[in-house]
């Protein structure tokens, strides 16, 4: 892996708070994702199952998790399956991690190879009373490709019918939203290299420049910082195509005049930044894009007040709208008129602020998490109001990462410049 080897601890203690939340007698199974295929013989990069990554720092294909912590014998309350390597995988693909290699990346000491699971698993399973399985639960979770957990979930119910089937999803959203401490400093890594390339693009962007070459510089920056690139998707979006919110093309020239929006982070082991910033392509807001980004960065700055413990998803995000259409009737945009005849399930704010201003952020960019759930310590939010005025061919987002705390919010991205006069400043400089 590109990244420091993360200090074992966090795996160990991750998978110490799970065993607390199971009913006696319960076994856990996590399986890795799969490497998916392209044509002919071509694959896409592998990218690990979150959550077994979450408990294990496996970084490997074809990777079995099992937990029963209160099996009779000891061996077996904790046992990894890995793929086997050999002189041929080796030679093709690079080494894999051998056993001894594996119990220091996890603190497991109970290590077989996948060829052995069928075998191994018998002699576990037919101890436990309730097994834990797992499946995509996020609500915004929609893949029409069958991945490897959802085939084992049918294996498991076809060869083993009358056990007593647990949902894991619940647990592991529930662990995974408060990051603990080791976490919150990969987070703030990913973060610190966006920052290096995000002031990269302040001297490099300018009238002419193609929004591909953007992104090329951008990555360029993150890997050399030992990222293995984007966390997502980049948004490299010029004038109007900012009014896009998932504008991915980037094939654009970045013209003078135009403000250029950037939704575009590193990621660093696996946990992932996520920012977003608006600059002028020449350097110098006009006057009117210099008023719809201070009522955005007004905004973003109530927003982020009220990302603290204590404060609840829906009612958060209401008192954004209140916040946005204010800002919104001052710019001219809408009326008190509009707001009296607006649709409570679609209020006239959302014509010029469709998306929601926060969302969990960890191991995935939407991290998995409740909303029900009332902010507490250690979560991290997201914060990004914007403002897209199509008929203006002008779309400006501001987006930061925030950490909650038991005395309020940290910033993790407070050292990236937001201020309107200091992104001038700085490229111009």
Same mark, same amino acid.
């Given at each position: 892996m590109r990244y420091s080897p993360i200090d074992k601890s966090?795996?160990?203690?991750? %998978?110490?708070?799970?065993?607390?939340?199971?009913?006696?007698?319960? /076994?856990?199974?996590? +399986?890795?994702?799969?490497?998916?295929?392209?044509?002919?013989?071509?694959?896409?990069?592998?990218?690990?199952?979150?959550?077994?990554?979450?408990?294990? *720092?496996?970084?490997?294909?074809?990777?079995?998790?099992?937990?029963?912590?209160?099996?009779?014998?000891?061996?077996?309350?904790?046992?990894l399956f890995l793929r086997e390597t050999n002189e041929l995988i080796a030679v093709w693909e690079g080494e894999k991690l051998t056993k001894e290699q594996a119990k220091e990346v996890t603190g497991i000491q109970t290590i077989f190879w996948t060829h052995q699971y069928e075998t191994?698993?018998?002699?576990?399973?037919?101890?436990?009373?309730?097994?834990?399985?797992?499946?995509?639960?996020?609500?915004?979770?929609?893949?029409?490709?069958?991945?490897?957990?959802? %085939? $084992?979930?049918?294996?498991?119910?076809?060869?083993y019918p009358i056990h007593s089937l647990q949902r894991l999803a619940p @647990?592991?959203?529930?662990?995974?939203?408060?990051?603990?401490?080791?976490?919150?400093?990969? /987070?703030?890594k990913a973060c610190d290299i966006t920052k290096l390339g995000f002031e990269r693009l302040l001297k490099f962007v300018k009238p002419g420049v193609h929004e591909f070459e953007i992104e090329a510089e951008l990555v360029h920056e993150?890997?050399?910082?030992?990222?293995?690139?984007?966390?997502?998707q980049p948004i490299v979006a010029?004038?109007? +195509?900012?009014?896009?919110?998932?504008? #991915?093309?980037? +094939?654009?020239?970045?013209?003078? *005049?135009?403000?250029?929006?950037?939704?575009?982070?590193?990621?660093?082991?696996?946990?992932?930044?996520?920012?977003? %910033?608006? #600059?002028p392509v020449n350097g110098r807001f006009t006057k009117r894009q210099r008023e719809v980004y201070d009522a955005v960065l007004r905004v973003f700055k109530a927003a982020k007040g009220m990302l603290i413990a204590g404060n609840i998803w829906d009612e958060y995000h209401l008192e954004v709208g209140k916040i946005m259409e204010s800002e919104l009737i001052g710019l001219g945009l809408i009326t008190k008129d509009d707001i009296d005849?607006?649709?409570?399930?679609?209020?006239?704010?959302?014509?010029? $602020?469709?998306?929601?201003?926060?969302?969990? @952020?960890?191991?995935? #960019?939407?991290?998995?998490?409740?909303?029900?759930?009332r902010f507490e310590a250690g979560m991290v939010f997201t914060c990004e109001p914007g403002i897209y005025i199509k008929?203006?061919?002008? *779309?400006?987002?501001?987006?930061?990462?925030?950490?909650?705390?038991?005395?309020?919010?940290?910033?993790?991205?407070?050292?990236?410049?937001?201020e309107a006069d200091e992104i001038e400043e700085m490229m111009n400089r």
């Open positions: 966090l795996f160990v203690e991750n %998978r110490r708070r799970l065993t607390e939340l199971l009913k006696p007698n319960s /076994l856990v199974i996590l +399986n890795s994702n799969d490497i998916m295929p392209t044509n002919a013989d071509g694959s896409m990069g592998f990218k690990q199952s979150t959550d077994l990554f979450y408990l294990t *720092g496996v970084d490997q294909e074809e990777t079995i998790l099992l937990i029963f912590p209160d099996h009779p014998d000891e061996k077996f309350r904790e046992v191994v698993f018998r002699n576990i399973v037919f101890e436990a009373e309730h097994v834990y399985l797992n499946t995509n639960e996020h609500t915004r979770g929609d893949s029409p490709v069958q991945t490897r957990e959802a %085939r $084992f979930v049918i294996d498991f119910k076809e060869k @647990l592991m959203h529930r662990l995974r939203a408060i990051k603990q401490p080791i976490e919150i400093e990969l /987070l703030q993150f890997v050399r910082n030992r990222s293995k690139g984007f966390a997502y010029s004038g109007a +195509n900012a009014c896009v919110l998932h504008y #991915i093309q980037n +094939n654009q020239p970045c013209k003078d *005049g135009d403000v250029l929006l950037l939704d575009v982070a590193a990621e660093y082991a696996n946990y992932g930044a996520d920012l977003t %910033r608006s #600059i005849k607006q649709d409570p399930e679609w209020p006239a704010y959302k014509k010029y $602020f469709p998306h929601g201003t926060s969302h969990f @952020l960890g191991l995935d #960019i939407h991290d998995v998490g409740n909303k029900y759930r008929e203006e061919g002008l *779309g400006i987002r501001l987006e930061n990462d925030i950490l909650i705390t038991p005395n309020g919010n940290i910033d993790l991205m407070e050292h990236i410049p937001l």
